[in-house]
């Protein structure tokens, strides 16, 4: 797989809000590349920047307060951050497409699903209203809606939040994209339909070869279907790994913890445990390495040295001084 | 379907009680000011003022008349003769004043709304320009300006200064151009506010990012997807909106002598013209009740999760 083209390489990206009182620093240089019919998965808490990144992919982030300070987003050879609107609106939902996290709210209450199925299908494949109604009802037949014809007439309102979440689904791939990113796709959804709605994402990208960008903070949803893994904190990208490599044995003290937060089977303690202190304010970021203040195993040169992300073997890569030197020491 | 034949029936049966409550509290009110339709300056003979009453059934006792002039309304809508003025019937006003204040009224309404959105939308889309901060100052002028200053202004500028209007009279386009903008510009000012504020709410809608995501262009994404939405705040002023363009008319009429309605209501209230006044009230109770009824009905054509009820 890693040895094609990547479809997405996205470089040093860097993206900044203005506060009132600062300029937030929300994606802080992240790297990372898609490659044809992968699902990379974006970890990390609320605010560590993983939705941000992806807005800023689609070229979303509302301006101003927003800014893209620097970096690129490579696809097809082109710089995404440099495309003028129309030709940005060429490439969303055409080629890349995105799923978000509530589709409570997702959806225009005041518009029929057929119609917002098909005026996408319409404008992008340039299909008749005959035929893109046609295509619609397969795509919500493809997506596990029974009734998909009539159900095309029937407002958001009137589906359950799981079948929403499923027109979303079929509304992302409608135009066949190479690239779809899913913004928390079933973090607003019961953990049965999550299932669900992780297994019809999975099976449809083996059909279709379609990449994924999984954007969460569930590990058990990256354990599902992701192939490979970025955990994001604090703006920045602080370990890298194939997905197996990473629940095996992961290398940076915040990956560790998340994994260590996860309720288990094995255990039977009362309270989970949690990584102690809040994300940092990123308009007021520690000296050194953002995560020191919360880290266990944090010494003295974390304080002053801001750890970049360096390959450990092969195969990951983790921004901390530690699991660098513990690396060399093996 | 059979949702709205309910609903409308509903509507019927309250719009009847709604007008019976007027018609009462209108014929206490009505008699329990001082004086009379025929105490003038000068005070009629006895012999005469007592013919006059009989002739209006005046002479009656009030539950008498209560009684006999609701019966007439119900059974033949007949709202009797006019006190005030002689030979005529009430109907007969209203049947010659109700054309002209409704034409006049559409004319500022639909003034009103087309300016009003317009004007709300390019300030929400183009927000914290110089666009935006004129037309929304324009706004606060024009919300803050009774429409009898703006007439006057109007009246000065485009009669006399400028002279492409006629100063009044009722007929051509020409002649309803100045009342009209004068009666709809507080109104549009307002829908200009509401509109922006309603598009700046859409705005910030997931369904729009989604919409920006899906590829859609700019002015799909806003005209589709934002602006029925806005729309929505706007429709529901429409009712009061309606009220305001009917009050405002009846000073404007009088400005641009014009023979609407509005005239004869304010004469009809000064000289205690029992039947005429009477008349009108019910009238503009009918009109403001199917106004709001009609808003209701387009609220739920744009919002399917409007249930009428």
């Known amino acids: 797989m890693s040895e094609s083209q990547p479809l997405l390489k996205v470089d040093n990206l860097q993206v900044s809000f203005k506060t009132d009182d600062a300029q937030v620093r929300a994606v802080r240089g992240v790297s990372f590349d898609v490659y044809p019919g992968e699902t990379v998965g974006l970890v990390g808490e609320s605010g560590s920047g993983k939705s941000v990144t992806n807005l800023a992919l689609m070229g979303l982030v509302p301006k101003p307060p927003g800014r893209i300070d620097g970096g690129t987003v490579l696809y097809q050879g082109k710089d995404l951050l440099t495309l003028s609107d129309q030709q940005m609106q060429s490439i969303r939902g055409r080629r890349i497409a995105m799923i978000f996290q509530d589709p409570m709210t997702a959806l225009n209450p005041l518009m029929t699903v057929g119609q917002q199925l098909t005026e996408m299908t319409r404008l992008h494949l340039g299909l008749s209203r005959k035929e893109a109604n046609r295509q619609a009802a397969e795509m919500l037949d493809l997506v596990g809606i029974s009734g998909a014809e009539k159900r095309l007439r029937d407002y958001p309102h009137q589906f359950s939040g799981g079948m929403r979440q499923r027109v979303m689904i079929a509304m992302a791939l409608s135009c066949e994209p190479d690239l779809l990113i899913a913004d928390e796709p079933t973090t607003a959804l019961d953990v049965t339909i999550q299932a669900q709605i992780l297994d019809l994402l999975r099976d449809l990208q083996q059909r279709r070869g379609t990449s994924i960008i999984m954007i969460t903070h569930d590990l058990g949803v990256v354990a599902e279907i992701c192939h490979r893994v970025l955990v994001m904190y604090a703006g920045r990208v602080v370990e890298k790994a194939d997905a197996d490599a990473l629940f095996a044995d992961p290398k940076h003290p915040y990956t560790q913890g998340l994994l260590r937060s996860l309720p288990r089977f094995d255990q039977t303690a009362e309270t989970l445990e949690a990584i102690p202190g809040q994300p940092p304010d990123l308009g007021h970021l520690p000296d050194g390495c953002s995560f020191r203040p919360r880290c266990p195993v944090a010494i003295d040169a974390c304080k002053t040295q801001d750890p970049a992300l360096v390959n450990l073997d092969g195969r990951r890569k983790a921004a901390c001084l530690v699991a660098q030197q513990e690396a060399v020491d093996v | ?309």
């Open chain 2, 1 to 309: 379907m059979r949702n709205l034949i309910g609903y409308l029936l509903k509507r019927a049966a309250w719009m009847i009680l709604t007008l019976w409550a007027v018609y009462t509290v209108s014929f206490i009110l009505m008699r329990s000011v001082p004086g009379n339709p025929f105490s003038g300056e000068r005070s009629l003979p006895p012999a005469i003022e007592r013919q006059l009453k009989a002739r209006y059934n005046l002479d009656a006792p009030p539950l008498q008349q209560y009684w006999d002039y609701l019966v007439g309304i119900v059974t033949r809508f007949d709202l009797g003769w006019c006190m005030g003025l002689e030979d005529y019937s009430v109907n007969q006003v209203l049947a010659e004043g109700f054309p002209v204040s409704a034409t006049l009224a559409i004319f500022a309404l639909v003034f009103a709304i087309l300016l009003g959105v317009t004007a709300g939308v390019i300030s929400a889309v183009y927000r914290r320009t110089k666009a935006d901060v004129i037309l929304m100052f324009a706004a606060v002028l024009g919300i803050a300006i009774p429409n009898f200053v703006l007439a006057s202004l109007a009246i000065l500028l485009f009669v006399f200064m400028i002279q492409i209007f006629p100063a009044g009279g009722w007929g051509t386009l020409k002649q309803i151009a100045l009342p009209a903008f004068c009666l709809g510009l507080p109104v549009a000012a307002y829908i200009a506010r509401l509109s922006r504020t309603g598009m700046l709410e859409m705005l910030t809608k997931d369904h729009v990012r989604t919409a920006i995501a899906k590829g859609l262009p700019h002015r799909t994404v806003i005209l589709r997807h934002v602006l029925p939405g806005a729309l929505l705040p706007v429709v529901s002023y429409l009712g009061p909106a309606v009220a305001r363009v009917l009050t405002g008319s009846l000073v404007l009429e009088k400005i641009f002598a014009l023979p609407g309605m509005g005239s004869h209501f304010i004469n009809a209230a000064t000289q205690r013209d029992y039947t005429l006044a009477m008349g009108m009230v019910l009238t503009y109770t009918v009109i403001l009740f199917v106004m709001n009824t009609l808003v209701d009905l387009a609220y739920a054509i744009i919002d399917p999760r409007v249930k009428l009820q």
